[in-house]
Structures are given as structure tokens and as C-alpha cells.
């Protein structure tokens, strides 16, 4: 190929191309600077006169999958007049840097989809290079105004030795708005109260903190439960009163061999499950009884509106008359969430569309190369999902 062709082809400027080699791990293309003489920055002599050579390397696009290595050898001047030294710049590579300005675009892209590591095989250089120029160029700033729906949902990050970060997601575009480093009230609080406005709706999981740090910020927010988490909690009732019983029970192995019975919708349950499960719930009084708790709860809220919430009350006032230890403490719950479970029957949200964004987060997590540091953890997912 005709010598500038290829500097035209990869779209550089002010290089010539002098030759190519290749080895197995990558092409290495060598060009030299077109001498173009700068006047002297210090004394504005134009007695300028080439010193010595510099080879600058830099890593440029793969061609054909293949990585590319450019070496320019470029001059250094001397200042006849007052001794100085001057190094002229390069069109598309920053001064010191070892990598060519078409290389951030390429790793930012990449990175959506691809993990560090395999980004930085694309381009022979390290995951530590790829990860620092991905994050010297990306820029990620605060969002100013919150949505009229906002949910709050914590996801198991285990970033900067915290178990659980959480997920700010905007309930009007499905969109993650914010993630924060941890799910404590004082970080909530520190967060929320950044961005102007306030959500008319804030759909949460019943934990404490951040209903606290919501109605500190917003007295005049609907506070939603979220469905999942409630019945969950229900769910869960059944299973620790089936895991008491089956530890001192006879036939106790059974229980436990068929405890996915306990969790399933009755409604979908085949003829031979619905018998295993009758044999099963005759053993125990009590079990009999938490099945009909969680039983009964899904019948209410299969409902919505008012006539969820009448059945809901209704199965408040049978919780309360049930002597079990589980049954109480569950019957303690919604009694504390009553505002908020009850709201939800009349507002259909629930942070189901967290779910779509945590399995997104999970395979960031997979990932694993620099996401312990919370701010890299972060900087991914908005660069990914926001
Ligand atoms: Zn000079």
C-alpha cells in the first residue's frame, strides 16, 4: 500500500507512515512526525533545529481483531538563540499518553457490553490501563430533579465491604436514577436531600430506615410497600413455623423434603401435590394454621382497591387471634406498614421494575475487575443502565 494511504486510512494527521511488522500478539505500525517547526516558546527565535529523536508508542483500534501499537518517532528541537529545548505535539495522542484519542470513544463503547478484562485483550493492554482511561473519560454527574415516582430498592453489591447497595430508580422512565453505596438512613438522607422537588410516590421495601429518611424529607409522599417484599414476609412466616415443627417433629424429614409445597400457589398445585401436601399439613396443628395465613393473604390481595383492603382487614383481625410466635411477629409488621400495604393496593407500583436493573447489576458483578471500589462500581452501572 502506498505509504500515506494507510495514515489517511486510520485517519491520522500530520504522520507519515514509514512501515509495518506484526508479531503474535500484535501490529506494530511506525510513522514519523511531519517536521513542521514551531517557533521558540521562550525567546520567539525561529533559529529552530532538530536535537534529537523520540519514539512516542501508543495503542491504537485493532484491525482485523488484531491489536495495533503505533510507534511515532518524533523530532525534539533546540533553540539556537537561547538553548531551549521543544517538543512539538501530536494530532491524535495527548502529550504522555499511551494511547491514541480514537481508543476512549472504542473502550467506552466496548465496556457497555463487555467486561474490563476482554476490552483490554481487544487492545493488548492491561485491565488496570483500560479501567483508568475509562474512568479518567467518563463523566458522570448527579441528577438534579427527582421524579414524580421513585422506588428504592437494596441489591447485594458486596462493594466497599458493604453487603448491600442501593438502587435509586426513577418510576417514570424504568431507569436506574441513582445508586448509593450503602442502604443506611444517614446516606439516604444525605442523597435525597441533593436533588430539587419531591416524588408525589415513593415505592420502598418495609425497612425502617428508609421510611424514616423519606418522611423526614417528604411528610407529604405516599409511601407504597412494595408486594413482593410483603409477601415475601408472609412467605416467610410459613417457612419458619414448617422449619420449628420439622426439627422436633417424627416426620420431620418429609417436611423438609417437600418444602417448596409449603411456597407454591395453592390454585396451581397438581392432584397428587394437593394430597402430599393435605398428608403433610395433618401432622401439625400449627403448620395447618400458617399455611392458612398465607393461604388467606393471598386471597385478599389477589384482589385490589377497597376490596382488598376489607379482606385485608379481615385477615388482620384473624392473624391477631393466633397464638404462634411467627404469627404474631408478622401480625406486628403489618400493623407498623399498615399505611404503606394498604396504599398499595391502590397504587399499582411495585418495585418489580427494580428487577430488570438488578439482573443487569448482576452481570456487572460477574464482572469482578474493579468493582470492590464502590465509585468504579457506580460509574458502571450509570455508564450501562441509567
Ligand atoms: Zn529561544
Known amino acids: 500500500m502506498p505509504t ?12 507519515n507512515f514509514i512501515s509495518q511488522e506484526e508479531n503474535d500478539k500484535y501490529i506494530i505500525l ?15 527565535s525561529s533559529k529552530i533545529h532538530i536535537n534529537d529523536w523520540r519514539i512516542h508508542k501508543a495503542t491504537d483500534l485493532p484491525i482485523n ?22 517538543t512539538g505535539s501530536l494530532k491524535d495522542i495527548e502529550p504522555r499518553k499511551q494511547h ?6 472504542f473502550i467506552k463503547e466496548k465496556v457497555r457490553f463487555m467486561t474490563f478484562k476482554n476490552c483490554s485483550q481487544e487492545l493488548s493492554l492491561s485491565s488496570t490501563t483500560t479501567m483508568r482511561i475509562f474512568k479518567k473519560n467518563t463523566h458522570y454527574s448527579e441528577p438534579t430533579e427527582f421524579p414524580k415516582i421513585l422506588h ?9 465491604k458493604e453487603k448491600y447497595q442501593l438502587a435509586i430508580i426513577n418510576g417514570e422512565t424504568k431507569k436506574v436514577f441513582d445508586i448509593l453505596e450503602n442502604r443506611k438512613q444517614k446516606t439516604l438522607l444525605e442523597y435525597l436531600k441533593k436533588p430539587s422537588g419531591a416524588p408525589e410516590i415513593v415505592v420502598m421495601d418495609m425497612w425502617e430506615p428508609y421510611y424514616t429518611a423519606v418522611k423526614k424529607l417528604w411528610p407529604e409522599a405516599i409511601i407504597v410497600a412494595d408486594k413482593f417484599h410483603y409477601i415475601r414476609q408472609v412467605n416467610w412466616c ?3 413455623v414448617r422449619i420449628r415443627v420439622q426439627k422436633s417433629h417424627p416426620k420431620g424429614n418429609k417436611l423438609k423434603k417437600y418444602w417448596k409445597l409449603f411456597m407454591m400457589n395453592s390454585s396451581k398445585l397438581s392432584i397428587f401435590q394437593k394430597e402430599r401436601l393435605e398428608e403433610l399439613l395433618s401432622l401439625d396443628e400449627e403448620l395447618k394454621l400458617a399455611y392458612r395465613i398465607k393461604e388467606s393473604f393471598e386471597q385478599a390481595i389477589s384482589d385490589n382497591g377497597c376490596n382488598a383492603h376489607k379482606q385485608f382487614d379481615n385477615w388482620l383481625d384473624f392473624l391477631q387471634t393466633i397464638n404462634l410466635s411467627e404469627a404474631k411477629a408478622l401480625y406486628s409488621t403489618f400493623e407498623n406498614w399498615y399505611p404503606e400495604v394498604t396504599a398499595s393496593f391502590y ?3 411495585t418495585n ?35
Open 4 to 15: 500515506n494511504d494507510i495514515t489517511k486510512l486510520l485517519k491520522f494527521e500530520g504522520i
Open 30 to 44: 511506525s510513522f514519523v512526525r511531519e517536521d513542521i517547526r514551531p517557533v521558540c516558546p521562550q525567546c520567539g
Open 65 to 86: 481483531n488484531k491489536p495495533v501499537k503505533i510507534h511515532i518517532k518524533k523530532q525534539r528541537y533546540i533553540c539556537k538563540d537561547c538553548n531551549k529545548t521543544v
Open 100 to 105: 491514541t484519542n480514537k481508543v476512549i470513544p
Open 152 to 160: 428504592i430498592d437494596e441489591f447485594k453489591g458486596n462493594s466497599n
Open 238 to 240: 410459613v417457612r419458619d
Open 347 to 349: 397504587y399499582n407500583y
Open 352 to 386: 418489580g421494575v427494580a428487577e430488570g436493573i438488578n439482573n443487569k447489576i448482576k452481570v456487572i458483578k460477574r464482572q469482578a475487575y474493579g468493582i470492590r471500589n464502590f465509585d468504579n462500581f457506580r460509574l458502571l452501572i450509570m455508564h450501562r443502565i441509567s
